[in-house]
């Protein structure tokens, strides 16, 4: 059973647009909901997370948006470059549990 | 700090052979995890601790061991590698529910 569903797969974008990636979830005690940036031949590492308590949180171009009603939760980039380019991946967790990932998103920004 | 750090980078190995994965942080850090990444899975959980002297399986346990003797410490071991453990495998570690790191990974394969 897959606790964390994310899409889409794969994602092209233009530089300077928007890059989307969205997640969903059923476990309602989820109470940590973070983002994790990877680039090839490297590990993860943690470029925003949230907490069920606000809608939104901003770090610069980068923004989680949240609807704890939906169980949903996105990632925004917005003037998406090059250097963005990675796989994102979604996770949540409650409390001290281990982190459940998605199955990450391939993100292309082209030129 | 060198943050978490895994040996080896690379390892081939023969079917049937035994191996260890090491892991070490130096954050004092309680939680510790082991997940594999494959294409299209995402990264999933095989087993964690919570501190020394507890571990527990996570999603994909089967043909892996682990111990937690010290906080530091948190080796994987393969009893008998298998074709199907070719993998990417990522140590992490946090502190409570705050960011989790993850160590540069070791690329496994087996033949």
């Known amino acids: 059973q897959q606790q964390v569903k994310q899409s889409p797969q794969s994602l092209i974008v233009q530089k300077g647009g928007i890059s989307i990636i969205n997640c969903a979830y059923e476990?309602?005690?989820?109470?940590?909901f973070p983002w994790y940036q990877q680039f090839p031949g490297k590990g993860p590492a943690l470029l925003i997370a949230?907490?069920?308590?606000?809608s939104e949180k901003k770090e610069g171009r980068f923004t989680i948006s949240f609807n704890k009603s939906a169980k949903q939760f996105s990632l925004h980039i917005m003037d998406s470059q090059p250097g963005d380019s990675a796989t994102y991946f979604c996770?949540?967790?409650?409390?001290?549990?281990?982190?459940?990932f998605g199955k990450g998103t391939r993100l292309s920004v082209i030129a | 700090n060198a943050g978490v750090t895994q040996t080896p980078k690379f390892q081939v190995l023969k079917t049937g052979q035994s191996m260890t994965l090491q892991c070490a942080q130096d954050?004092?850090?309680?939680?510790m995890s082991w997940y594999r990444q494959d294409p299209g899975m995402g990264l999933r959980l095989i087993h964690y601790?919570?501190?020394?002297?507890?571990?527990d399986q996570g999603e994909v346990p089967n043909g892996y061991n682990v111990s937690r003797s010290t906080t530091e410490d948190f080796p994987l071991r393969l009893l008998s590698a298998a074709p199907s453990q070719t993998s990417v495998y990522f140590c992490?570690?946090?502190?409570?529910?705050?960011?989790?790191?993850f160590g540069p990974g070791t690329r496994l394969t087996v033949t």
């Open positions: 949230i907490r069920p308590d606000v």
């Open positions: 996770a949540a967790s409650t409390g001290n549990t281990p982190l459940v």
């Open positions: 601790s919570v501190g020394a002297g507890i571990t």
């Open positions: 954050m004092n850090h309680e939680y």
């Open positions: 992490a570690s946090r502190q409570g529910d705050r960011e989790q790191y």
């Open positions: 476990n309602t005690a989820f109470d940590y």
